[in-house]
């Protein structure tokens, strides 16, 4: 199958980048201290993950969600973190379903919550890891560093189901909203630094702590070389977004391997063409942050996406001389990655225009 034979709209991923990508981060990492755990929530597919840990020497994997946690395990991969709370019973014997295949430890926050995890994995004989969440300034999820973070430590090893692995503190805020990479680099060591302390303070309480991760593509360079981070866990390097490539240097060292392939489908007039690419098909939602949220149409300078709708999208060619073309096919490069692999279900894996695999993904 060739690219020309795709019906649209359609998830393409450029195998010949991803592979790129893969090797680049395993060559920037080497020579630190620190592993690398990536997320799958850019890719969602045990395809990807396999090649990461095969041929860019990840050590496991970092999922989102339960569902992604499940396709990994089915998929095979035997070394998963879960960061994400998850706070009922019914959720947690799905881990501990999981942790009958694959090693898996997961995120909490919340004194009760272990309670309930321990209590759970105590009725099943089993013992499941756990890692401390740390609220770094992201303000989401983690207990503030220091003592209530050491005071959860200790929680954990009260229980014999449970094993306290470590601490995670991701720095969610700062990995694409500052395109100067100095400047990240100095908010992302002082924000890190609490969680380096919190560690030291547990270790001072005699209790191990075998992992410290935290890290995305947007501070991977930073995070890395920060000591006491034994992981990192970016997402986006693999597939990339537009947003992500206006960030010095991870826009530098990783190009799109992401993109969206539209068709014209109405040229209302000359200065207006329509393509079947609406907010059901691609991720816009990064105008809360004003920043641009819009896809980039790739190979075609000067022509401007807003959305039209669920299935459609308003392509102004004012200014442009370019003439497209009713049934004319074009790639967008999505403003986010994550968003718009989620309303798929599977992407095409295509190496010089030829369609090598068609890889299922796991939707939300
Ligand atoms: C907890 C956590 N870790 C890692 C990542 C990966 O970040 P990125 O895709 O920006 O590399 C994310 C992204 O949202 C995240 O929420």
Not at 115 to 124: D, G, L, Q, S
Not at 334 to 354: E, M
Request: with cysteine; hydrophobic share 35%; proline share 4%.
């Amino acid at each position: 199958m060739r690219i020309e034979d795709i019906e649209t709209p359609a998830l393409l991923i450029d195998l010949d980048i991803l592979d790129q990508n893969i090797r680049t981060m395993k060559q920037k990492l080497s020579g630190t201290n620190c592993s690398l755990r990536p997320h799958v929530k850019a890719h969602k597919s045990a395809f990807v993950a396999h090649k990461q840990i095969k041929e860019g020497g990840a050590i496991g994997v970092t999922c989102q969600t339960l569902d992604e946690a499940e396709a990994m395990a089915l998929g095979g991969i035997d070394n998963i973190l879960l960061t994400n709370m998850v706070v009922t019973p019914s959720k947690i014997n799905r881990v501990l379903n999981i942790l009958q295949h694959s090693k898996i430890a997961l995120t909490v926050d919340n004194a009760d919550n272990i309670r309930m995890i321990a209590a759970e994995a105590e009725k099943r004989k089993q013992v499941v890891g756990l890692v401390v969440e740390v609220n770094v300034g992201q303000n989401r999820t983690g207990v503030a560093p220091g003592r209530p973070a050491l005071d959860l430590a200790q929680e954990i090893v009260k229980e014999r189901s449970l094993d306290f692995k470590g601490l995670m503190g991701y720095e969610g805020h700062l990995q694409c909203s500052i395109p100067d990479f100095n400047e990240r680099k100095t908010k992302c060591e002082e924000t890190l630094s609490p969680l380096i302390k919190t560690k030291d303070l547990i270790l001072d309480s005699h209790i191990p702590v075998e992992i410290v991760t935290s890290g995305g593509t947007g501070t991977y360079n930073i995070t890395s070389k920060i000591e006491g981070v034994t992981e990192i866990q970016p997402g986006s390097y693999v597939t990339m977004d537009h947003r992500y490539r206006l960030m010095e240097t991870s826009g530098r060292d990783f190009p799109s391997s992401l993109s969206v392939l539209a068709t014209v489908v109405s040229k209302p007039s000359s200065d207006r063409a329509i393509v079947d690419m609406g907010w059901k098909s691609v991720g816009i939602e990064y105008q809360i942050f004003n920043w641009n949220g819009m896809p980039q149409a790739k190979n075609h300078d000067g022509v401007m996406y807003s959305p039209g709708g669920d299935e459609h999208g308003i392509l102004s060619l004012k200014g442009s001389s370019i003439d497209l073309k009713i049934g004319e096919r074009i790639e967008f490069t999505p403003a986010h990655c994550d968003t718009t692999l989620n309303l798929y279900g599977k992407f095409y894996g295509v190496r010089k225009g030829n369609v090598e695999i068609v890889c299922p993904t796991v939707r939300r």
